[in-house]
C-alpha cells in the first residue's frame, strides 16, 4: 500500500483547505484511514480517521465541527475537509493506513504517506 498526500498549502485564520491522500495497492474494507500532524516541536498527533469501508469515524475534540474525514472507494482517496482554521493547526499532515478501528493510535497504523504542510497564518 502507498498513499500519497497532497492539500496543503498557506491560508488565513478562518479559512479553508482540503487534504487529499490516494492509496494504491489493495486495501480491505477493515482498515482504518487516518490523518494526523505533527506541528514544530511537538508530539504526532491523530486528527481523524474513518473506516475504509466507511463505518466509523473518529475526530479529536480539537478539530471537531471544523474538520470532516471523508473517503471514496471508487477513486481510491480519503480526504480531510479543514475550516475554520486556526494558527493551532499549523503542521505537518500524514495519512495513514492502519487495521485497528479508529482512532488507534500512531503504532497501530502500517503504511505512512509523506506529509504535507498546512500553515495557518493570524
Known amino acids: 500500500v502507498q498513499l500519497q498526500a497532497s492539500g496543503g498549502g498557506l491560508v488565513q485564520a478562518g479559512g479553508s483547505l482540503r487534504l487529499s491522500c490516494a492509496a494504491s495497492?489493495?486495501?480491505?474494507?477493515?482498515?482504518?484511514m487516518g490523518w494526523f500532524r505533527q506541528a514544530p516541536g511537538k508530539e504526532r498527533e491523530v486528527v481523524a480517521a474513518i473506516r475504509w469501508s466507511g463505518g466509523s469515524t473518529y475526530s479529536a475534540d480539537s478539530v471537531k465541527g471544523r474538520f470532516t474525514i471523508s473517503r471514496d472507494n471508487a477513486k481510491n482517496t480519503v480526504d480531510l475537509q479543514m475550516n475554520s482554521l486556526k494558527p493551532e493547526d499549523t503542521a505537518v499532515y500524514y495519512c495513514?493506513?492502519?487495521?485497528?478501528?479508529?482512532?488507534?493510535?500512531?503504532?497501530?497504523?502500517?503504511?505512512w504517506g509523506q506529509g504535507t504542510e498546512v500553515t495557518v497564518s493570524s
Open positions: 495513514a493506513a492502519g487495521r485497528r478501528p479508529p482512532p488507534g493510535r500512531e503504532y497501530d497504523y502500517e503504511y
Open positions: 495497492g489493495r486495501l480491505f474494507s477493515w482498515y482504518t
